[in-house]
T-cell receptor
């Protein structure tokens, strides 16, 4: 099956620093990746849609300068939380899909990355 | 705009009892609906999709366009069914999926 891997799983950083989270599709090419934020006991909040080779599309209310997304290849998307503050502490999840191949329409999720900003 | 509504945040049932997790949607186009499940300390994964019309782990879901619903059902709940369940609507040519808020299913032994 299709596997999506996120790294790191846990990250603790100081306020004001930047943190990069990677999302990789291990055995398929992901033309589209999605980044979500999940607060405790709440649903997934879509932050942005990342298309390979083009700029990400951000959801309303998500600061694009704060959450930098890069999708430079068909197997890797990165989310960089810039100048992180304690309110950015959350669980970030990526998912990937591809309109080609046998996985059309299905989302494959990474294991998530928990960010704690001190 | 599309919307997915899961009215229950928590559903507790006894083992062996029937389960129905409700999902209603709002979408002007032809919907493609999914149920995703997240077991404790595991990643989200697809449970089933309406177009496949299959039963996975005893769960089924029928798309009712008249009632704009896609309820998830299982006749006899098992303890291992305890998890978070998310209903999702796929729109925009696979470019965007909208999730419901999720329902936590708790199966009591």
């Amino acid at each position: 099956g299709a596997v999506v891997s996120q790294h790191p799983s846990w990250v603790i950083c100081k306020s004001g620093t930047s943190v990069k989270i990677e999302c990789r599709s291990l055995d398929f090419q992901a033309t589209t990746m999605f980044w979500y934020r999940q607060f405790p006991k709440q649903s997934l909040m879509l932050m942005a849609t990342s298309n390979e080779g083009s700029k990400a599309t951000y959801e309303q209310g998500v600061e694009k300068d704060k959450f930098l997304i890069n999708h430079a290849s068909l197997t890797l998307s990165t989310l960089t939380v810039t100048s992180a503050h304690p309110e950015d502490s959350s669980f970030y999840i990526c998912s990937a899909t591809s309109p080609r191949g046998p996985y059309t329409g299905e989302l494959f999720f990474g294991e998530g990355s928990r960010l704690t900003v001190l | 705009a599309q919307r997915v509504t899961q009215p229950e945040k928590l559903l507790s049932v006894f083992k062996g009892a029937p389960v129905e997790l409700k999902c209603n949607y709002s979408y002007s186009g032809s919907p493609e609906l999914f149920w995703y499940v997240q077991y404790s300390r595991q990643r989200l994964q697809l449970l089933l999709r309406h177009i496949s019309r299959e039963s996975i782990k005893g769960f089924t879901a029928d798309l009712n366009k008249g009632e704009t619903s896609f309820h998830l059902k299982k006749p006899f709940a098992q303890e291992e069914d305890s998890a978070m369940y998310y209903c999702a609507l796929n729109s925009g040519g696979y470019q965007k999926v909208t999730f419901g808020i999720g329902t936590k299913l708790q199966v009591i032994p």
